[in-house]
């Protein structure tokens, strides 16, 4: 607390307050959304047009501009659902639960699509849709963590009790993150190893790297905007009884 | 920050380790497990099961594929830079198998140590780039090793 400025603390402790989350959200939504609307058309736009084809691998490589950002996504967020599960369990903060929770359908879907697009693209590459590599594995059982998760508190009716149930959960989870980022490095296995995220270099040329950096970013912010939709949602519904909500209602009729 | 909350906190803390202890525990004890390869040095030494299927990666050396018969019939050798492994396959072989392109065959070993392949699988590399700067850099290496 003493190396973070003073203006910065303010802002997080008016984030918890529900009321203040859900009016700071609406003035950024529609710059959140032309954040993303840019970034996803410059990194579509590199990545399928401009970006050259592989020597080896011909067109078939730029599935990387959705399936590599996914997978990092798949990892991100269920850091980010961990973290702020541990830290609704310490400090007892209702946004943070619900930021867990809101988070783990996004993340659901973004290993999914990792692993849908990566079967695709193993079919012709590889030889194979699937195969029961390291790598593979473990993000297999990112999704039935995340699944779990989702199940978990859907089977707890009250929600600050599943809550708790949930950051549980997410928190032993959390071994499984480095064993799919190093799977490749301590295993022999199918799928190659690190590209972009390795000390080295990048083994990629850089006129392909630009637009997968900017497909990255633009997931990110997809995540935001999907994360603060959903916890506006989340937020309404457990509040109903509040004054602010009845305010908000009024205001709309 | 309060008794409270600290010790909550230790306890996560303590869960997070205690979980991680013990999967590094069981991954050790199933490392052989998890590899989903051997290497030829692997076949070489003995180690990869004699008589049941297994897998064996390594790269296709250059100019070791032949078609002896005129049928499906591939032989290569494979190898992992210190050992060499030759393997027999029948069937359609995926896109991105080439001499110098790492592999993953799926099949075992018969009396003479030749690897008589069920199914080959192209282990794919981690880099990326259009086919000048392919091209380009093999100019850099062959006229490196021409002076």
């Known amino acids: 607390m003493f190396l973070i400025p003073n203006a910065v603390v303010r802002f997080f402790h008016r984030m918890a307050s529900p009321p203040h989350f859900y009016a700071f959200t609406d003035k950024v939504m529609p710059w959140l959304i032309i954040i993303f609307v840019l970034l996803t058309g410059f990194g579509l736009y590199g990545g399928l047009y401009l970006a050259p084809a592989d020597y080896q691998q011909g067109d078939s490589y730029r599935i990387i501009y959705i399936h590599v950002p996914s997978a990092w996504m798949s990892l991100f967020i269920y850091m980010v659902m961990a973290i702020s599960g541990a830290i609704g369990l310490v400090w007892r903060i209702k946004l943070a639960e619900i930021v867990a929770i809101s988070s783990a359908p996004i993340g659901a879907s973004f290993t999914f699509i990792a692993l849908f697009t990566g079967s695709l693209w193993g079919k012709p590459m590889w030889g194979t849709w699937w195969v029961w590599d390291a790598r593979l594995t473990s993000e297999l059982i990112l999704l039935f963590l995340y699944l779990g998760v989702i199940g978990l508190y859907g089977a707890i009716d009250d929600k600050r009790v599943a809550s708790k149930a949930v950051a549980i959960l997410a928190l032993v989870g959390v071994v499984n993150i480095p064993i799919i980022h190093y799977s490749v490095e301590w295993w022999n296995t199918l799928h190659q190893g690190p590209t972009v995220t390795k000390m080295d270099k990048p083994s990629i040329h850089v006129s392909m790297l630009i637009p997968l950096l900017l497909m990255a970013l633009s997931f990110k912010v997809y995540y935001l905007i999907a994360l603060i939709q959903r916890i506006r949602i989340e937020l309404l519904q457990r509040e109903r009884n509040a004054q602010w909500v009845k305010a908000k209602v009024l205001e709309q009729v | ?147």
Not at chain 2, 27 to 37: A, P, Q
Not at chain 2, 40 to 48: E, L, M, N, S, Y
Not at chain 2, 100 to 118: D, M, R, S, T, Y
């Open chain 2, 1 to 147: 920050m309060k008794p409270a909350r600290k010790q909550r906190l230790i306890l996560i803390a303590l869960m997070v380790i205690g979980a991680s202890i013990a999967t590094a525990f069981a991954l050790k004890s199933f490392n052989d497990n998890l590899m989903y390869f051997f290497s030829t040095t692997d076949v070489v030494a003995g180690k990869a099961p004699k008589t049941a299927l297994f897998r064996l990666g390594g790269m296709v050396i250059k100019g070791s594929v032949e078609r002896p018969g005129d049928g499906m019939m591939v032989r290569f050798k494979l190898t992992d830079f210190s050992k060499e492994v030759t393997v027999e396959y029948t069937g359609i072989l995926p896109d991105l198998f080439r001499e110098g392109q790492g592999i993953v065959a799926h099949g075992k070993l018969n009396e003479q140590g030749v690897f008589i392949a069920e199914e080959v699988l192209a282990k794919h590399d981690e880099n990326y780039m259009p086919p000048e700067v392919k091209a380009s850099l093999k100019n850099q290496t062959t006229s490196g090793t021409n002076k």
